[in-house]
């Protein structure tokens, strides 16, 4: 695709995603600055376990850029500022008996194993990412303890291309000050994770309880053993992951007072005809009564010495460090659901040489990175075996996203695995990245082999859903092999 004038390259996180675009961008052999930022101490991203979740802000009904505001950018850097105290979001939702709930041989990065599995602890996955930057020699890319603050782009003017403007942030222990500095890239890959902000639903009362009743109400974000929970009357709002898993492990250990409530908005892929022992769903709540402490659902049923009410009503993306002025509007459309002026999940179409975001489709997790990692970086250095297609197309493809996913009634990131759409991203990716050239330059998009495919159909955490004793699957210990290939990646 002929040479490329872009010689350096930031990454923004240094989680799983982040990993992956580190190690693509050093085989290219071609960049000579290549920089992973971290606000944390540590790669591992979501992976990493706070003991301590600390006090998470609720907001209900508020949206993450209403909640995780940019930080006042001091107008002249390198300079040092009293500290920020301003909230940031870092910690993560990982909670202690957390396993993953994608086996390993499709969780796992194509060119290293997780040393076990099926179903990990989450401190595989956490040591497993911070050995992958060493094992790949791209640890000496990361910057660590240093958040992104802002991301501004700087027109050509004469230079060959746009570039970069990073303004970046490390607290300095010692003096107790930030340091702010300003660092310019060539192109930039946005791997921050979208599991940060919280969301609770606006639910009529519920900020007047909150303040009425504080320790009450949490989100699953803070939630770290069922220890916190023992002798309490519990509800669990939600039956995704978070909302399933916490569930079960509440009801398992016996803990808490029984039942514990599950209030749900629709049925899940988890859900069998009715509820399993220990548990009592609810519709929605309607509204909290802070003068009586009653909680009104849907069904105008209500509960009273409620001692514990987890939100596991999911995360959203944020993205503070986006300098929306400068960069001509918002990266992501909260209203819409979806990326702006996105292409494949991954390229931008306002600037579609120099930036990419991987790690926003809901499908196969680690895998899908190295392949959007290997495009991102196969294009940054012009060697993509074919171009991306003109602008107006790219457009296309998003208007058709958005009419297929409302058709269906899904979200535009989630990328479903049974009819085949996973792997025509994939195909997406692999193609236009094409092979790494003889000299071995650039890394090879991996296949997603017979062994991981079937894995995913059939490897399962739990049982199938009224299927509880296994009855017709294969149980191992701690697992379940499915008869039948069904919904395949519902859990992830
Ligand atoms: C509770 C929970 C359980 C999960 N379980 C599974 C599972 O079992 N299997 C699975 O495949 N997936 C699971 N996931 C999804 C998980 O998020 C992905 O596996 C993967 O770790 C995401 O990687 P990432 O690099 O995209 O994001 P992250 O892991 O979130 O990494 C992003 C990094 O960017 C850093 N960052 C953010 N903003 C800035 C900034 N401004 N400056 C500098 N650094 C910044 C963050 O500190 C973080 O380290 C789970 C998610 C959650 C929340
Ligand atoms: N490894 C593991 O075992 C594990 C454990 C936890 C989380 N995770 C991962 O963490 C990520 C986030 O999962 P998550 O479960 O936290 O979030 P999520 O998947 O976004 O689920 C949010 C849930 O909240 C529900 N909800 C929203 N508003 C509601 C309301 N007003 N009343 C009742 N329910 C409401 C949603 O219902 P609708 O379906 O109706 O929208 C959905 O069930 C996923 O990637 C997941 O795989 C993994």
Redesign the pocket.
């Known amino acids: 695709m002929g040479r490329s004038p872009i010689r350096s390259v930031a990454v923004?996180?240094?989680?799983?995603?982040?990993a992956a675009a580190a190690t693509a961008l050093a085989s290219e052999n071609v960049f000579e600055v290549i920089r992973v930022?971290?606000?944390?101490e540590v790669p591992g991203?979501?992976?990493i376990y706070d003991a301590d979740p600390g006090t998470i802000e609720l907001h209900p009904g508020k949206l993450p850029p209403e909640v995780d505001t940019p930080l006042k950018i001091p107008k002249t850097v390198p300079r040092t500022t009293p500290p920020s105290s301003q909230y940031r979001y870092?910690r993560t939702?990982?909670y202690a008996e957390?396993t993953?709930?994608?086996p390993a041989i499709a969780?796992s990065f194509s060119d290293e194993p997780f040393p076990y599995g099926p179903f990990v602890p989450h401190w595989i996955p956490k040591q497993y990412i911070e050995s992958y930057f060493s094992l790949r020699r791209t640890d000496s890319f990361l910057v660590l303890n240093?958040?992104?603050e802002d991301v501004t782009s700087i027109p050509a003017k004469g230079d060959p291309h746009d570039r970069w403007r990073l303004t970046l942030r490390r607290h300095d222990s010692i003096r107790d000050v930030d340091v702010w500095w300003a660092e310019e890239f060539d192109a930039v890959i946005i791997?921050?994770?979208h599991?940060s902000v919280p969301i609770i639903p606006a639910v009529k009362g519920l900020n007047n309880y909150i303040n009425k009743f504080p320790g009450i109400v949490s989100h699953s974000k803070s939630y770290r053993t069922v220890g916190q929970f023992a002798n309490k009357r519990v509800i669990v709002i939600g039956n995704s992951a978070?909302g399933h898993d916490i569930t079960t492990q509440l009801v398992e250990s016996g803990k808490p007072k029984l039942p514990v409530y599950q209030s749900r908005r629709s049925k899940s892929r988890w859900d069998g005809a009715g509820p399993p022992p220990g548990i009592e769903w609810k519709p929605v709540i309607e509204e909290y009564n802070a003068e009586t402490g009653e909680i009104l659902f849907a069904d105008n049923t209500r509960l009273t010495n409620i001692d514990a009410v987890i939100y596991c009503t999911g995360y959203g993306p944020s993205f503070p460090?986006w300098n929306v002025e400068a960069n001509g509007g918002p990266l992501y459309d909260y209203a819409k659901g979806h990326l702006r002026e996105n292409y494949q999940h991954t390229f931008s179409r306002v600037f579609p040489h120099n930036l990419g975001i991987?790690?926003f489709p809901r499908v196969l997790?680690?895998r899908s990175f190295e392949y959007q990692a290997i495009a991102l970086a196969r294009l940054f250095a012009g060697r993509h075996s074919k171009p991306l297609p003109p602008l107006s197309e790219q457009e296309d493809w998003e208007k058709r996203r958005a009419e297929l996913v409302q058709r269906e009634r899904r979200k535009f990131h989630d990328i479903e695995w049974d009819e085949g759409e996973t792997m025509d991203w994939f195909r997406f990716l692999f193609e236009l990245s094409g092979l790494p050239v003889l000299e071995d330059l650039g890394r090879c998009p991996p296949v997603l082999g017979d062994a991981t495919r079937w894995a995913i159909d059939h490897v399962r955490k739990y049982p199938e859903p009224g299927r509880e004793d296994g009855e017709g699957d294969l149980e191992e210990e701690g697992w379940v092999i499915l008869e039948q290939r069904k919904d395949s990646l519902h859990f992830?």
């Open positions: 923004i996180g240094a989680g799983a995603a982040g930022f971290e606000r944390r991203g979501t992976w870092d939702p990982i957390l993953t709930n994608v969780m240093t958040t992104v791997a921050n994770g599991y978070s460090f991987m790690g997790t680690f992830i």
